[in-house]
């Protein structure tokens, strides 16, 4: 199933958002949608067949409007109603038979008149039955507010959203966010810093907006550094999977028009340029994007931390052990990706301890002892040099 739940024809149909998107594009809907099909390339087909619909649809919809109103339609059929009756007024017709017996005859025209206004009556009883019934329920469905957290505090602040996802606000940082999630996305705002814990949610998915940049996910948790003033915008995940959007263009210092952005509306309204550019990071891989150079790109974390649970982690103790062998550890020890020629490597042999030091400090041990050089790029690792012969 596709997220929103979005999986045949039908159902984009009867999506309120895609409907708005057809008939009323924004800039907001139009950036929501782009980002849809660039995540699910496969449902342009069904997205293409839906619009066309959606918009013949309409088009009957508008052509039947024009044939006239039907509340002034039962009006007109009141009125002539009412008219018929003053003309043609009951009368009583005695007849005498040959019986002694006598009958009323009634105007069964009267009668049929008599009986439309009573069925109209009833009509308008049932509906402003429903229209009350209505109001009733649009008056008590839930509203969406915004409210704004600011740590103006030296030490961080937590806060638990209506979703259940938490939010750690670092010191001088700031977020809004709404009381209840009632759009098709967990919408919130972010400026400064601040590390997310999100509640699992395939059908709506998490939006932070921060500072020109977008961070979707749905489900899991990441940190992102986005402080005005500052040149560069990072995300960096703990675990599971984020996507984050940027405008990132050739051009240094580009000039974003007000036509290439789109409105967030909370409280206020708030531009975001529209982004051009996707990057997927999952656990101890982070995204720098440089609003000065408009370049956005993928970086192991400073601070890389082992992503399996203590319990199922080795012991990091090696005896005559191949580097390459070490290297596969801990790549797998830290889901990072570890390139180097194992067919040289296989042959070094390295006796080390490895325990209570960071990643980078690991790799520092074994290339001093091994005569070796690493360096890290695009959030991976590579190992260069190894001659064991």
């Known amino acids: 199933m596709k997220p929103n739940g979005l999986k045949n024809i039908e159902d984009f149909m009867t999506d309120d958002l895609f409907v708005e998107w057809v008939l009323t594009p924004t800039e907001q809907n139009i950036s929501f949608w782009a980002m849809y099909l660039a995540d699910f390339p496969e449902q342009i087909p069904l997205v293409e067949e839906a619009k066309e619909m959606v918009l013949q649809l309409n088009e009957i919809e508008q052509i039947t409007a024009k044939k006239g109103d039907i509340e002034g339609n039962w009006k007109i059929i009141e009125q002539q109603t009412i008219k018929q009756e003053l003309i043609e007024q009951p009368r009583l017709v005695p007849t005498i038979q040959k019986e002694t017996s006598t009958r009323k005859i009634y105007n069964w025209r009267y009668i049929s008149g008599i009986a439309s206004l009573f069925f109209l009556a009833f009509l308008s009883y049932q509906f402003f039955q429903i229209g009350s ?12 507010e915004w409210h704004e957290l600011k740590n103006t505090t030296a030490v961080a602040t937590s806060l638990f959203l ?3 996802s938490q939010v750690i606000l670092e010191p001088f940082s700031s977020l809004k966010y709404p009381n209840l999630f009632l759009k098709k996305q967990r919408e919130v705002v972010l400026k400064g810093e601040a590390f997310f814990d999100i509640a699992r949610d395939t059908t709506q998915p998490f939006v932070v907006y921060a500072n020109e940049t977008i961070t979707k996910v749905l489900g899991t948790s990441f940190t992102i550094k986005a402080f005005e ?29 007000e036509k290439e952005k789109f409105v967030i509306r909370t409280d206020e309204q708030i531009l975001i340029p529209i982004p051009n550019k996707k990057l997927e990071v999952t656990p101890n891989q982070r995204v720098v994007f440089d609003k000065v150079k408009a370049d956005m790109q993928k970086a192991v974390v400073k601070l890389p931390l082992p992503i399996k649970p203590v319990k199922q982690l080795p012991k990091f103790h090696f005896k005559e ?11 797998e020890a830290y889901e990072l990706e570890m390139n180097y020629e194992q067919a040289k490597l296989d042959k070094c042999l390295i006796t080390t301890t490895l325990e209570d030091v960071s990643l980078f400090a690991k790799l520092d041990i074994i290339c001093q002892a091994m005569g070796l050089t690493y360096k890290e790029k695009a959030a991976a690792i590579y190992i260069y040099g190894g001659d064991c012969d």
């Open 133 to 144: 019934t209505n109001e009733a329920t649009i008056s008590a469905a839930p509203t969406m």
């Open 162 to 164: 209506s979703d259940g």
């Open 229 to 257: 003033g500052q040149k560069e915008v990072e995300v960096a995940v703990k675990t599971g999977k984020v996507a984050v959007y940027a405008n990132v263009s050739s051009l240094p210092k580009k000039i974003i028009k």
């Open 321 to 331: 052990e191949p580097v390459a062998e070490v290297l596969k550890i801990l790549g």
